[in-house]
């Protein structure tokens, strides 16, 4: 079982960066596909990126494109999302989760992972 806990979200205005950080508990994390993935008020939970257990791979959603990264250090237990070019509309909880049966690979389905954090608030200012 691994625990996550999310950190690095916070308010900042429209073409501003943040980093998030999800430091994992557990001596498996290198094993784990990590996810990225947000919640709007009254929206469903949505995916923004993923990344394979040794990063080998990587995906992310066609919205944040060219504008987030997702990266992991296996060292530290951690994976990132390096955020760019923040826009009002990826105002969101964002949480990081964790999938053990991805074998290599990384998933944009939600159902792929077991494990979830309890999320960062997010919030862009126009």
């Known amino acids: 079982q691994v625990q996550l806990v999310e950190s690095g979200g916070g308010l900042v205005q429209a073409g501003g960066s943040l980093r998030l950080s999800c430091a994992a508990s557990?001596?498996?994390?290198?094993?784990?596909?990590m996810g990225w993935f947000r919640q709007a008020p009254g929206k469903e939970r949505e995916f923004v990126s993923a990344?394979?257990?040794?990063?080998?791979?990587?995906y992310h959603a066609d919205s944040v494109k060219g504008r987030f990264t997702i990266s992991r250090d296996n060292a530290k237990n951690t994976v990132y999302l390096q955020m760019n070019s923040l826009k009002p509309e990826d105002t969101a909880v964002y949480y990081c989760?964790?999938?053990?049966?991805?074998?290599?690979?990384?998933?944009?389905?939600?159902?792929?992972?077991?494990?979830w954090g309890q999320g960062t608030q997010v919030t862009v200012s126009s």
């Open positions: 557990g001596r498996t994390f290198s094993r784990y596909a």
């Open positions: 989760a964790a999938g053990s049966r991805l074998y290599g690979t990384a998933s944009p389905k939600i159902d792929e992972y077991e494990y």
């Open positions: 990344i394979s257990w040794r990063g080998g791979s990587t």
